[in-house]
């Protein structure tokens, strides 16, 4: 048999010089578009999520490549703590726990659960270290001056507050935290956590997603902000710290956390005002009366969100003179934005400006 002429495999297997050039500009082109792509995949695992809990909003930016199933685990992770801690802790729903321990009326201890009896020994301590600035038993202040469940509009006249004043004092709580319980000194004594509650929620949330695995994120609830590691990218979480200024809102600068919480009080995010006089809703409770509305904000970074909060609040009360020094005493990060004649002021502690990266972003 002659053998056949087969050019084929020939032709198949030579390939001209500019045939390999191309192929090997698509080869390229095909590897840079995929590192591009690569790279914006990696960009793009942060993952933004958000909800409700406690009357107000929450969020969570996690830094994971995360599956679709994984993202709702982390959600449902993140509403599920919350709706927990919101169970416990809330004053506006009447089934809490929190709710329950203000409608009992009797001295006896209440055995209560490990969190909320956490809680009320970090708001103890916070309120011993700042002179009663801080008082979760504040609450029939807060009550009489419009900002509690029964959101009464007429201010509170002084016959009014001298009746409340006997009930309010955290040194009328006792904790047993060896026992579980919390028993109330004065029967009428009731507890607001508003001012400790957010941030106790963030630090909640941060051990629930801590559980499942992730290392790298942030959690806000109501504004308090809790920072986990750093980013992916090696750079700090970045967190914006506002302008005490309703009229003019925005950012007075950013600073850089990682592994803090950070946690804002003022009087200019809640207040009300009945016929043209504007209340504040954070309340002396040395004296029952809302404090001077005077346009400040105080944002204190600390380890422990719940930490930050409360003190964010004690601080607050004490104002920018009082209430810096204690914050220096008691080696705070604390930053005070104040408004002053020629527009805001800021004034860092030293132990804020010397650990983290504080950067104004100009007004
Ligand atoms: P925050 O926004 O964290 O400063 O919390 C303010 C909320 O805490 C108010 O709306 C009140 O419910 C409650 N509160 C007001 N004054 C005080 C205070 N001196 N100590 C503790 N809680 C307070
Ligand atoms: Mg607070």
Redesign the pocket.
């Known amino acids: 048999m002659a053998p056949s002429r087969d050019p084929a495999p020939r032709e198949t297997t030579a390939i001209e010089p500019r045939r390999v050039v191309t192929l090997v500009l698509v080869l390229l082109l095909v590897l840079v578009l995929g590192v591009w792509r690569h790279h914006a995949m990696v960009d793009d695992t942060i993952h933004d999520f958000s909800g409700a809990t406690m009357g107000t909003s929450w969020s969570a930016r996690i830094d994971a490549d995360l599956s679709g199933r994984e993202r709702t685990e982390a959600r449902q992770t993140v509403q599920a703590r919350l709706d927990h801690v919101s169970g416990l802790m809330s004053t506006f729903d009447p089934e809490s726990e929190l709710s329950r321990f203000n409608r009992h009326t009797g001295t006896d201890a209440v055995r209560v659960s490990p969190e909320l009896l956490r809680v009320l020994a970090l708001a103890r301590d916070v309120s011993e270290r700042s002179g009663g600035?801080?008082?979760?038993t504040?609450a029939p202040y807060?009550d009489a001056w419009g900002?509690?469940p029964s959101e009464s509009r007429n201010p509170p006249d002084d016959a009014e507050l001298a009746e409340l004043s006997p009930h309010v004092g955290y040194q009328l709580l006792a904790i047993d935290p060896a026992a579980g319980t919390v028993s109330k000194t004065d029967p009428a004594t009731k507890i607001?956590l508003?001012?400790?509650a957010?941030g106790y929620a963030a630090d909640e949330v941060t051990d629930a997603l801590r559980q499942i695995g992730l290392t790298s994120f942030l959690v806000e609830v109501g504004g308090e902000i809790r920072t986990v590691g750093s980013r992916r990218d090696g750079r700090a979480w970045r967190v914006g710290i506002e302008r005490p200024d309703e009229q003019a809102p925005g950012y007075w600068g950013t600073v850089d956390l990682t592994d803090q919480g950070i946690?804002t009080?003022g009087d200019y995010?809640?207040y009300h005002e009945v016929d043209g006089v504007a209340y504040a809703?954070?309340?002396?409770?040395r004296t029952g009366r809302p404090i001077r509305m005077r346009r400040m904000s105080v944002s204190v970074v600390h380890p422990s969100t719940a930490m930050a909060?409360a003190w964010?609040?004690?601080l607050?009360?004490l104002g920018p003179e009082d209430g810096y020094a204690l914050a220096r005493v008691q080696g705070l990060s604390a930053i005070f934005i104040v408004e002053a004649e020629g527009g805001l002021q800021s004034l860092m502690t030293p132990a804020l400006s010397d650990r983290f990266a504080v950067e104004p972003s100009g007004r």
Not at 281 to 285: G, N
């Open positions: 600035a801080f008082d979760v504040v807060v900002f509690g607001d508003s001012a400790i957010k946690a009080s995010r809640n809703h954070i309340i002396d409770p909060d964010a609040t004690a607050t009360v």
